[in-house]
């Protein structure tokens, strides 16, 4: 998975927390640190069980980078 994959739907569902980590390029416990409080939307891709396998669609990824930018940006206005 790449950057323009993000922008545009592909098409496979949802990729796994390996794929992504590895796109976002951080460690895939720290990816699933943050499915797990609830900082990036992902999908139960288990079709039976009570294990979740998680799986986070692009749209997801594009969404948690949207909000990581708007967050950046709103303490800005400098030092007084």
């Known amino acids: ?10 098409e496979s569902k949802s990729n796994s927390l390996y794929e992504v980590a ?8 720290t990816l ?17 069980g009570t ?7 692009p749209e997801a990824v594009q969404a948690y980078y949207d909000n990581q930018i708007s967050n950046s940006t709103k303490g800005t206005k400098g030092i007084n």
């Open 32 to 48: 699933y640190r943050m499915v797990k409080s609830g900082k990036i939307n992902s999908v139960n891709r288990a079709k039976t």
């Open 22 to 29: 590895d796109f976002m390029k951080i460690s895939y416990i």
């Open 51 to 57: 294990k979740p396998i998680y799986g986070i669609t």
């Open 1 to 10: 998975m790449n950057l323009n994959e993000v922008k545009k739907p592909i």
